[in-house]
């Protein structure tokens, strides 16, 4: 099960794939920003604040802190082997084929449990948009998940269900359509901070954390989500003018532009709003996002009575209603419901297309890379994607989809900076059009970040990676171990089929939050 497979027989898919190179620093790194700017921002900044309060300034920097180092590390990585399956493909070539099917299997997380977590976030977006604009009130059975009090997130459902649709047919994203969005999504954020940051009040500001440095790291935990996208960058290496300058340029642009916005919309709420964290009714005991608890507290808020920031499902939005911009909140939560969908679509397609490469190299039954005549897409693998990410979505909160999805993304990040060492150390001399700097420092800082955050995510998300990875490793040694072609002996080049759907690169779009 340590067998790996050859690192050169990976490099001949890129080799052979001769993708003509037209994307300068400007298109990557507004790819790598359409990559970054989703549901994270655009809700879990409640989930944030009832963490850390005023506090999660600081957990926007830890979070983008590690996802530089981590960038730096997948961008050596992504220049060296730029084909698909990511960190997976990478595991396989360097750490052999046990480590290579965690990684994918904890990816399933990143993708799958990413898309409904995405798909929950649009859902409160669009019932405040009906409620605050139109008066349409959608019942609160049909709104909200067991968690929340309600039957099942039915919005969330059908936003999952029609996506899933559009990839079974082989929709993708256009460069232009992508470069539209991301223009509505800067425009929305950039118009936040304009109107909050001049309302600003000092006292909003205090207790700065009022749950101390555990609430800090534990929302950093969490706002991790946030920036995880910006290996829309790293997959389009091969297509880039100039990979050794523009990748790395790129990762870390798009990362500190992203981060900047992050920071200044945060204390835009933060200033303008308030975002102290809610306690149950003896003051002292605190409730935990997405709990039953909170919404019970945030329901027997009486109507008409501000409601604080942590209890909204479209904080944004919410805060500009509050402070005296209903119309400009109502705009910004329609550039939520309009851009937020693309987001889930890429993400869905990512994991299609890590379960279609896993089952070419005989991981997984056949039957998952089995093409649809007609429309060219792996669409039993995309049914049966979309059919999990319609049942989380419809019964979990959004922030404990995050912290579950941060989970296996942590995870697959810390395999990034493991295989980059053992790489450098293994084969010193093979070409690398990107080296990342310091990788002796870099890639442990990255390694401790992943493992520091994974262990400040809620009790339930560390619990559910390692029962996760137990029922991947039942269906590994059931199948996959007898089944690989590696240990079949058989080392084919699966990504040159001509049967196979497009790569990430070539569908231009936002493949994570």
Known sequence: MWRVKPLDAILATAQKKSLHRSLGLFQLTLLGIGGIIGTG???????????????????????????????????????????????????????????????????????????????????????????NSVGVVIPAALANGPYAGGVINLPAVIIAAAVTGLLVVGTTESATVNAVLVAIKVTALTLFIILALPLMKEENFAPFAPLGTPGIIGAAASIFFAYVGFDAVSTAAEETKNPQRNVPLALIGSLVICTIFYILVASGAIGAYGAQPLFAADGVTHLAPGSRALADQCASIAAGAQQ??????????????????????????????????????????????LFFVMSRDGLLPAVLSKVHPKFKTP????????????????????????????????????????????????????????????????????????IVLFMFLPPAAKLVFPVWSGIGLLVYFAYGFRNSHVGRGVVDVPELDADAPPTEAQAIGAPKD
């Open 41 to 131: 921002i655009f809700v879990l900044t409640a989930e944030a604040a009832q963490k850390a309060g005023p506090g999660m300034l600081i957990s926007f920097i830890i979070a983008g802190f590690v996802c530089a180092v981590a960038a730096l590390c997948y961008s050596e990585l992504a220049a060296m082997v730029p084909v698909s399956g990511s960190a997976y493909t990478y595991s396989y070539a360097v750490m052999g084929e046990f480590i290579a099917w965690l990684v994918g299997w904890a990816l399933i997380l990143e993708y799958a449990v990413a898309a409904s977590a995405v798909a929950v976030g649009w859902s409160g977006y669009l019932v405040g948009l009906l409620e």
């Open 308 to 353: 604080p920031l942590v209890c909204s499902k479209e904080a944004l939005a919410h805060v500009l209603r509050e402070i005296g911009y209903p119309s400009i909140g109502n705009l910004l939560g329609l550039a939520a419901f309009l851009a937020l969908p693309s987001v889930i679509l890429m993400m869905v397609y990512g994991q299609t297309r």
């Open 379 to 450: 669409h039993v693998v995309t049914m049966v994607t979309g059919v999990g990410v319609m049942v989380a979505a419809a019964f979990f909160p959004v922030g404990s989809l995050a912290d579950i999805s941060n989970s296996g993304t942590l995870f697959a990040f810390l395999a990034v900076s493991i295989t980059v060492v053992l790489l450098r150390i293994r084969e010193p001399n093979r070409h690398r059009p990107f080296r990342a700097p310091l990788v002796w420092i870099v890639a442990p800082v990255a390694g401790i970040g992943c």
